[in-house]
């Protein structure tokens, strides 16, 4: 073999593991979650994510050359990556997480870059263009944006802490991106650092505290209890993963290694705890079991027409104890989850308990998959509720298994089906630029009025 020839099969091998190296990367970053539309083909892009200010959808990121990223040099990419910045020179939204990646290391970059030029086939199709309503269409306002919330990069490592540990920081904040859903926005939509991993509403679904408080987080949780969940999406007589949550475990922390997820869970035992003060116990520790069957089959006839708990006790016996039992205390090999000591019906959001009745479960892990249809009224649920029944529903399972107290509306309902809350920014951008125009339009008065009469003096 030429000396030439060796060389290349060394380039060959060398480009080969850092294209392996890239696509860890992008599993740990859940880079498909995203890029990829249901149905479509990976990384092609196309997938509505629905924003308080609109619906942004995602980029093709394939290597192709015409519809997607195969034009981009490495320099370029990482721009993209830590700047939101694209190869045209356009800003990017923040729904891509590029306030979080920004602390990738150069040697993670390089390696994401060989994976999506090498590693991913190419699809020459452009998805549908994001489109949002004036102010948001104008992306040069992320530039003042990025300079007010754009962090400066990657840190060193804490000297203080264990490797492990400053692992799982590095994943936390920058590849699995937690920050970008479990930590609140305020009204420019800009995380609040102070609140770091304290709970925050994204679309239809609430990211919880998951900060080492004992009963607002997770903080009675083990680390082997977190680094379970994260692998299977289930931690039975405590959570289990739906919604974004469960993309996430489906798509990225299942596909972990055990080390990399025992670091995440050892970073997350130590991040600084945030206290609600009405959290009088864990959201994990509500309920009992409670079964009105009896009632349903005779011995004690109530009235559904008439009693909103009969009515509730009719959804429920009719819909979810044929899975979650009648106590609802769930299967025996927890497959069917109990509704008592459950983060979802202890939560005093109701909006994960909304959003479960209304789209269902379906993940699926190296462990299996986890199903439980919707009831929605969407193409494959067996049973479509109105917003009403599903108040009523809701309220019957958090008064009987849950945190009982602030009901659930039929509005509240039909907020959660719509998306979720709306953010007032649109409208505050819109009344910003208009008390612009008006004083702009003043100052220009003033200045014609003085000028006249500048001129009459002379």
């Known amino acids: 073999m030429s000396v030439s020839s060796t060389a290349l099969a060394a380039d060959d091998d060398a480009q080969a593991a850092s294209v392996k190296r890239g696509a860890y990367i992008a599993t740990a970053s859940d880079c498909s979650a995203c890029h990829t539309a249901p149905s479509g083909k990976p990384f092609a892009g196309g997938l509505g994510i629905v ?50 990646y920004n602390v990738l290391t150069d040697a993670d970059i390089r390696d994401l870059y060989a994976y999506f030029q090498h590693g991913v086939a190419p699809v020459d199709t452009a998805p549908t263009p994001t489109a949002l309503p004036f102010p948001m269409n104008i992306r040069l306002s992320m530039m003042a944006w990025n300079l007010l919330f754009l962090g400066s990069g990657h840190s060193e490592a804490d000297a203080t802490q264990s490797a492990e540990w400053n692992r799982g920081k590095y ?39 998951i900060t080492s408080d004992a009963n ?33 475990v489906e798509h990225s922390f299942s596909q972990l ?23 009088e116990q864990s959201r994990f520790g509500y309920g009992k ?15 559904s027409d008439t009693d909103e708990q009969a009515s509730g006790a009719v959804l429920f016996y009719g819909n979810c104890a044929s899975c979650h039992q009648a106590s609802g205390q769930g299967s025996k090999d927890t497959y069917y989850p109990s509704l008592f000591h459950n983060s979802v019906t202890g939560s005093a959001n109701h909006s994960n308990l909304i959003a479960t009745i209304l789209n269902g479960v379906n993940r699926t892990t190296p462990k299996g998959q986890a199903f439980m249809p919707g009831f929605g009224g969407k193409a494959n649920d067996i049973n479509a509720l109105n917003d009403a029944q599903v108040a009523t529903l809701a309220n019957y399972v958090i008064d009987n298994y849950g945190r009982a107290g602030t009901p659930v509306s039929p509005a509240d309902v039909a907020q959660v089906r719509a998306g979720g809350p709306a953010s007032s920014l649109l409208l505050l951008a819109r009344i910003g630029i208009a008390v612009a125009v008006i004083v702009g339009l003043a100052i220009l008065l003033l200045l014609v009025v003085w000028r006249q009469r500048r001129a009459r003096v002379v």
């Open 171 to 209: 994943l936390v904040d920058g590849a699995a991106h937690c920050s970008t859903c479990h930590t609140p926005r305020g009204f420019l939509m800009q995380e609040l650092s102070s609140h770091y991993l304290g709970g925050a509403q994204v679309g239809q679904w609430y990211a919880p505290n």
């Open 216 to 248: 607002s987080g997770i903080g009675s949780w083990s680390k082997d209890e977190l680094a379970r969940y994260l692998a299977t999406g289930s931690l039975p007589g405590k959570a289990q993963a739906a919604g974004s949550m469960g993309e996430a």
């Open 51 to 100: 924003s308080p200010v609109g619906t942004i959808y995602s980029t093709n990121i394939t290597p192709s050359a015409t519809a997607g990223i195969g034009q981009y040099t490495e320099e370029q990419f990482a721009r993209a990556l830590r700047a939101g910045v694209r190869a045209d020179g356009a800003n990017l939204y923040p729904a891509m997480p590029y306030t979080s």
């Open 289 to 303: 079991p409670f079964s009105q069957l009896a009632s349903l089959r005779g011995a004690n006839p109530i009235r």
């Open 257 to 279: 290694t055990p080390d990399d997820i025992s670091a995440i869970s050892t970073y997350i035992k130590t991040v600084a705890p945030l206290h609600d003060t009405s959290d």
